[in-house]
């Protein structure tokens, strides 16, 4: 079996090294770390460098990259830069991914080619305070109500939330169904009326900082179904570990940077 990487890979992993040694130095790190604000600049040129349309087909304005091209930039990114890892893994794998997989062609036409030019920046809402690696264990519902979807519970861990444009929620919609087949994703604003979003505090990585996310009845337009009704959400969640893991095994050279 021939482990090489191809002359292909070896090009999108050379560019996403330079991106990080010209765009995301160490001291840069360090400095977002102390503003803790969310670092517009550097999304724009991931989007003008091409590396937010990895995983996309031309058709949405990407690249056509596999999940490996995906891995090697995350590891690339990673190795540099939590923020500009983060700033990938969640608009970009947990985010245009999970559409990609899930949504209907209207929201992909829509949504996917405003992604890739930095316009628009998602979150994914799954764990909450009672259900982490135990997906089937969430409590959230989303119920049909006069044409509107009503959205109740809390998500916790939600990163990126207080920035996304929209938020990938998972939710119950066949409570009496066994959870893998009665969970659904939903595509909901990040402005819902309802919607409370609240930072939780982090020790690195201050920019986009996960979130505790409370839906009070919130009433959603039907147009936010993403995908099918009542599908398991098991390949997304499968799908979306394999770069988060290289990203998180990546060398992390940022933390050579002096602390402040
Ligand atoms: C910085 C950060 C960002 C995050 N961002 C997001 C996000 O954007 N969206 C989102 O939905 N979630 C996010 N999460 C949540 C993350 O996905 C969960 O923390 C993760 O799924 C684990 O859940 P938990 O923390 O409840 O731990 P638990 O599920 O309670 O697990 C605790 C430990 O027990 C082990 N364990 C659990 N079950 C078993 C078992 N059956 N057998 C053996 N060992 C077991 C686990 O491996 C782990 O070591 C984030 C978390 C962090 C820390």
Redesign the pocket.
């Known amino acids: 079996m021939d482990f090489e990487l191809t002359d292909r890979q070896k090009t999108i992993q050379q560019e996403a090294m330079a991106f990080c040694a010209r765009e995301c130095p160490p001291e840069f790190e360090a400095e977002l770390d102390r503003t803790g604000e969310f670092p517009a600049d550097l999304y724009k040129k991931m989007a003008d460098s091409g590396l937010l349309g990895v995983p996309f087909p031309g058709e949405y304005g990407g690249s056509d990259g596999d999940i490996l091209d995906v891995v090697l930039v995350a590891e690339q990114l990673a190795s540099s830069s939590n923020t500009a890892v983060n700033l990938f893994l ?1 608009p970009v794998v ?1 985010g245009g991914m999970m559409l990609y997989l899930a949504g209907n062609d209207s929201q992909k036409s829509e949504l996917l080619p405003r992604l890739v030019k930095g316009e628009l920046k998602f ?6 305070p ?6 089937r264990s969430i409590k959230t519902t989303a119920v049909e109500r006069d044409g509107t979807l009503v959205v109740s519970g809390t ?7 207080t920035v996304a444009n929209y938020i990938i929620v ?1 939710c119950i919609t066949e409570p009496a169904a066994d959870p893998s087949l009665g969970m659904s994703v939903l595509l909901v604003p990040g402005d819902a009326v309802g919607l409370t979003v609240t930072p939780l505090p ?1 020790l690195a ?1 201050a920019p986009s900082p ?1 979130a505790r996310s409370c839906w009070t009845r919130s009433a959603c337009p039907w147009r936010t179904w993403s995908g099918a009704r009542n599908t398991s959400t098991r390949a997304g969640a499968n799908f979306s570990r394999r770069p988060t893991s290289r990203g998180c095994a990546s060398p992390h050279r940022a933390w050579e940077a002096p602390r402040r």
């Open positions: 969640v947990f979150s994914f809402a799954l764990t909450e009672g259900a982490g690696s135990d997906a998500k916790y861990w939600t990163t990126g939330a998972v982090k990585g996960p």
